[in-house]
């Protein structure tokens, strides 16, 4: 019976909404951003010896330990003599390196000498100070200002619902803002509402193509939470407004999380027949304890903004009536800060649990593809297209 249920929703999304949906070539994130190889590696040597501007000694220290923690492992020499200076300071800085993996050090070194070039190509061109807004992107307004590159979700009329499309510009900004010169990078909603989640209209599929719809779908999750997870520079998240679903989710993948205190935080999967997403399945038990995680993705409680900063989810709550000016006033004083001093600590935070996080998300993209092909998620779905054309 529940079968056949299934069926008729799938055939009345279909009529009922009449959507021409597309299906976008999957994106996939470079190599690089995704960690360096030993080519990734050695060009970032070569690369050293062509830079024009002597960087400084402290980030030639940060870079000889780097890399000599990517050659040769863990610091293996005697130290030098109190007086010879230059030597001791090598040392020193190739020691505090500890046991950090060598895949880890030459990531950094890599990031390390990626920040150089791209400062200095960006000081041998003249760029307008104002803010630099970017081109290209239907449902994001990008901008880059005062050290701070602002990724701002664009749908407001549908609660900036994260279409296929969304997904992957949001995919493309982050990966150039990887790439160019801010030293922060923040996600943001444009509206009432920081994002309502997955647009359930991505749902709106003939039954033939829902196989393979799903099976796409789960790439496309696993490819876009795999960015976020990947991320190298510090990644800030105003929450303008309510949370819903992977909006919410995501945000355990920030390095800070503000909020405005109309926000609310929702994770209404069990509702909707679908199973936790980003990772949560293991980033909300270990943040806030099981029980709490339980109450939130099992059985879809919503937090207040005040309740998800007692959890751990968000940083700090801002009354609505301040909150902009206070965030950004924060922010661009905390852009200042020595950029690669900040990628590198967040690296070293975030570098522990990365491997785990992404076999985490690879298995939770695995069983979504799974309930969205569920009885239990398409009459969820329905209810809500229902609602929505007033039925
Ligand atoms: C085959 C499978 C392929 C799938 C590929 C997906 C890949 C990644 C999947 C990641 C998994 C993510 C899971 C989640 O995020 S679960 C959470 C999903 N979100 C929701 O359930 C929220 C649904 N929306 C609502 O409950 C309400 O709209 C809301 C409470 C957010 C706001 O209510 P309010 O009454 O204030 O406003 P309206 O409902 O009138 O909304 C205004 C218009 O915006 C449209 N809208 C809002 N949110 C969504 C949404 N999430 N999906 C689609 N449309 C949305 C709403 O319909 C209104 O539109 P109209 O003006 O046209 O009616």
Same mark, same amino acid.
């Given at each position: 019976?529940?079968?056949?249920?299934?069926?008729?929703?799938?055939?009345?999304?279909?009529?009922?909404?009449?959507?021409?949906?597309?299906?976008?070539?999957?994106?996939?994130?470079?190599? $690089?951003?995704?960690?360096?190889? +030993?080519?990734?590696?050695?060009?970032?040597?070569?690369?050293?010896?062509?830079?024009?501007?002597?960087?400084?000694?402290?980030?030639?220290?940060?870079? @000889?330990?780097?890399?000599?923690?990517?050659?040769?492992?863990?610091?293996?020499?005697?130290?030098?003599?109190?007086?010879?200076?230059?030597?001791?300071?090598?040392?020193?800085?190739?020691?505090?390196?500890?046991?950090?993996?060598?895949?880890?050090?030459?990531?950094?070194?890599?990031?390390?000498?990626?920040?150089?070039?791209?400062?200095?190509?960006? *000081?041998? +061109?003249?760029?307008?100070?104002?803010?630099?807004?970017?081109?290209?992107?239907?449902?994001?307004?990008?901008?880059?200002?005062?050290?701070?590159?602002?990724?701002?979700?664009?749908?407001? $009329?549908?609660?900036?619902?994260?279409?296929?499309?969304?997904?992957?510009?949001?995919?493309?900004?982050?990966?150039?803002?990887?790439?160019?010169?801010?030293?922060?990078?923040?996600?943001?909603?444009?509206?009432? @509402?920081? *994002?309502?989640?997955?647009?359930?209209?991505?749902?709106?599929?003939?039954?033939?193509?829902?196989?393979?719809?799903?099976?796409?779908?789960?790439?496309?999750?696993?490819?876009?939470?795999?960015?976020?997870?990947?991320?190298?520079?510090?990644?800030?998240?105003?929450?303008?407004?309510?949370?819903?679903?992977?909006?919410?989710?995501?945000?355990?993948?920030?390095?800070?999380? @503000?909020?405005?205190?109309?926000? $609310?935080?929702?994770?209404?999967?069990?509702?909707?027949?679908?199973?936790?997403?980003?990772?949560?399945? @293991?980033?909300?038990?270990?943040?806030?304890?099981?029980?709490?995680?339980?109450?939130?993705?099992?059985?879809?409680?919503?937090?207040?903004?005040?309740?998800?900063?007692?959890?751990?989810?968000?940083?700090?709550?801002?009354?609505?009536?301040?909150? +902009?000016?206070?965030?950004?006033?924060?922010?661009?004083?905390?852009?200042?800060?020595?950029?690669?001093?900040?990628?590198?600590?967040? +690296?070293?935070?975030?570098?522990?649990?990365?491997?785990?996080?992404?076999?985490?998300?690879?298995?939770?993209?695995?069983?979504?593809?799974?309930?969205?092909?569920?009885?239990?998620?398409?009459?969820?779905?329905?209810?809500?297209?229902?609602?929505?054309?007033?039925?």
């Amino acid at each position: 019976m529940a079968g056949v249920t299934g069926r008729l929703v799938r055939g009345w999304c279909l009529r009922a909404v009449r959507s021409s949906l597309q299906v976008p070539a999957q994106l996939h994130m470079s190599k $690089t951003a995704m960690g360096a190889s +030993q080519k990734d590696f050695e060009s970032a040597v070569n690369q050293m010896k062509l830079l024009k501007k002597d960087p400084g000694n402290e980030v030639k220290l940060k870079l @000889y330990a780097h890399y000599k923690q990517a050659t040769e492992g863990p610091c293996n020499t005697p130290k030098p003599a109190v007086f010879d200076l230059i030597n001791k300071a090598k040392w020193d800085a190739w020691n505090a390196l500890g046991n950090l993996p060598k895949e880890t050090a030459r990531q950094n070194y890599v990031d390390l000498v990626s920040g150089l070039s791209s400062s200095s190509d960006s *000081s041998s +061109q003249v760029k307008p100070e104002a803010d630099r807004k970017q081109a290209g992107y239907e449902t994001l307004v990008m901008t880059s200002e005062d050290g701070i590159t602002k990724i701002m979700l664009n749908r407001p $009329t549908k609660m900036n619902a994260l279409t296929t499309q969304m997904y992957q510009e949001i995919m493309l900004a982050l990966e150039a803002a990887s790439k160019d010169d801010s030293t922060i990078t923040v996600l943001t909603g444009n509206g009432s @509402y920081f *994002s309502s989640g997955n647009d359930l209209t991505n749902f709106v599929i003939s039954p033939d193509e829902l196989e393979e719809r799903a099976r796409r779908g789960a790439i496309l999750l696993r490819d876009f939470v795999g960015c976020f997870i990947d991320f190298p520079k510090p990644l800030v998240a105003v929450v303008n407004g309510p949370a819903v679903g992977i909006s919410v989710t995501i945000l355990r993948l920030f390095d800070l999380v @503000y909020a405005s205190d109309r926000a $609310t935080f929702h994770t209404p999967f069990s509702h909707l027949g679908q199973t936790p997403e980003a990772c949560s399945s @293991y980033t909300f038990p270990s943040l806030m304890g099981p029980a709490k995680a339980a109450e939130m993705l099992i059985f879809g409680k919503k937090l207040t903004a005040a309740e998800a900063c007692a959890r751990g989810l968000v940083t700090e709550v801002f009354p609505d009536s301040t909150f +902009q000016k206070e965030v950004w006033t924060r922010l661009k004083a905390y852009s200042k800060l020595p950029r690669n001093a900040l990628r590198i600590s967040k +690296q070293m935070i975030r570098n522990h649990e990365k491997e785990k996080l992404h076999a985490i998300n690879a298995e939770e993209s695995r069983i979504l593809q799974e309930r969205w092909q569920s009885d239990e998620c398409m009459n969820a779905i329905m209810n809500f297209l229902s609602r929505k054309a007033k039925l």
